[in-house]
T-cell receptor, first 110, second 111 residues
Framework: QKEVEQNSGPLSVPEGAIASLNCTYSDRGSQSFFWYRQYSGKSPELIMSIYSNGDKEDGRFTAQLNKASQYVSLLIRDSQPSDSATYLC??????????FGIGTKLQVIP | SAVISQKPSRDICQRGTSLTIQCQVDSQVTMMFWYRQQPGQSLTLIATANQGSEATYESGFVIDKFPISRPNLTFSTLTVSNMSPEDSSIYLCSGANNEQFFGPGTRLTVL
């Protein structure tokens, strides 16, 4: 059974700090990796996708992928209170079928 | 990215009745999926909606309980049949070409 593991948190960081969110996955054949942000009462919103080893940066967000270690992370620089949400790690094999982690709740303290 | 709408946004239903949820995408997508999300939990995939053929259901979900249609590349419906209070949840549809995008969800309460 394919699994995606995340610490449910909450992860509390002060405003302006770097938030580091981590995720491990069990299926070595996974090809695509995603981070979604979900505000309370809202649906998930795609914020980052990464397909190859290394780092991918988009604004304040950096996704990191290490396929050998089966590890994906998301760094949020200069964290803002508006970043407070649940962050879902998602991993896909073929046919865009995605397995989601339980999500990490991030709290940015002003 | 695709824009996805769902109807209804929420509903309160009586035990034993059925509800059909509609999902509309503003552009053609290769894949469409239906998920369920219980409060405080992650997403559980119900099924993959296949255009022009029967949906592919995940373990624990069956066609009689959750019939799905997908007549074209932009539209799908999910019916929750013979509802019980345990079916109270948020139901989400998504569309995907390479990346997957979600509709706003349907909040269902069964009394």
């Amino acid at each position: 059974q394919k699994e995606v593991e995340q610490n449910s948190g909450p992860l509390s960081v002060p405003e302006g700090a770097i938030a580091s969110l981590n995720c491990t996955y069990s299926d070595r054949g996974s090809q695509s990796f995603f981070w979604y942000r979900q505000y309370s009462g809202k649906s998930p919103e795609l914020i980052m996708s990464i397909y190859s080893n290394g780092d991918k940066e988009d604004g304040r967000f950096t996704a990191q992928l290490n396929k050998a270690s089966q590890y994906v992370s998301l760094l949020i620089r200069d964290s803002q209170p508006s970043d407070s949400a649940t962050y879902l790690c998602a991993v896909a094999g073929g046919y865009q079928k995605v397995t989601f982690g339980i999500g990490t709740k991030l709290q940015v303290i002003p | 990215s695709a824009v996805i709408s769902q109807k209804p946004s929420r509903d309160i239903c009586q035990r034993g009745t059925s509800l059909t949820i509609q999902c509309q995408v503003d552009s053609q997508v290769t894949m469409m999926f239906w998920y369920r999300q219980q409060p405080g939990q992650s997403l559980t995939l119900i099924a993959t909606a296949n255009q022009g053929s029967e949906a592919t259901y995940e373990s624990g979900f069956v066609i009689d309980k959750f019939p799905i249609s997908r007549p074209n590349l932009t539209f799908s419906t999910l019916t929750v049949s013979n509802m019980s209070p345990e079916d109270s949840s948020i139901y989400l549809c998504s569309g995907a070409n390479n990346e997957q995008f979600f509709g706003p969800g349907t909040r269902l309460t069964v009394l």
